[in-house]
C-alpha cells in the first residue's frame, strides 16, 4: 500500500495541472492574423488621402484600394474561432457598414453612424458584440 504524504499531495497538486497544458494549446486564429492584415492595409490606404491634390485616378490611391479590398475580403471569409478574432471582425462589419464621422480616427468604433432609422440599432448591435468579444479576449 501507498501512503501519501501531504507534502506529497501539494506537490502533485503544483505539477499536475501543468502537464496537460501542452496537450490543449490551441491554433492560432485565422481571423486574427487576417484583422491585422486588414488593419495594416485599410491604413495604408486611409493615409493614401492624406495628401493634397489626389486625382480619382492615384495610382497609390488605388493599389492601396485594392490591397485593402483584398485584405478586406480575407477577413469577411475567414472563421473566428476565438473572441479576439470575432472582436475583429465586428470592427469591420462597423467600417463596412457604417459611416465615419467627419474628422473622427477610422479605428474608434464610436465613430460611425451605421443607419438613420432613428434608433440607431445597427451601430448599438455591433458595438455591443464588439464589446463582449473584447471583454471575452481580454
Do not use: K
Amino acid at each position: 500500500m501507498t501512503t501519501i504524504t501531504r507534502r506529497t499531495a501539494l506537490a502533485a497538486s503544483v505539477t499536475l495541472p501543468l502537464l496537460p497544458v501542452a496537450s490543449y494549446a490551441t491554433p492560432a486564429d485565422p481571423a486574427v492574423a487576417a484583422y491585422r492584415e486588414w488593419r495594416i492595409a485599410n491604413g495604408a490606404y486611409e493615409r493614401s488621402f492624406d495628401r493634397p491634390h489626389v486625382p480619382d485616378d492615384d495610382p497609390l490611391m488605388n493599389a492601396t484600394g485594392d490591397a485593402a479590398l483584398a485584405a478586406n475580403l480575407a477577413l469577411c471569409d475567414t472563421i473566428a474561432t476565438t473572441p479576439e478574432g470575432l472582436a475583429g471582425q465586428v470592427r469591420l462589419a462597423l467600417y463596412t457598414f457604417g459611416e465615419l464621422q467627419l474628422g473622427e480616427d477610422w479605428l474608434n468604433p464610436n465613430a460611425y453612424e451605421v443607419d438613420g432609422f432613428g434608433y440607431d440599432q445597427g451601430r448599438r448591435l455591433l458595438l455591443s458584440m464588439l464589446a463582449g468579444a473584447e471583454g471575452m479576449a481580454s
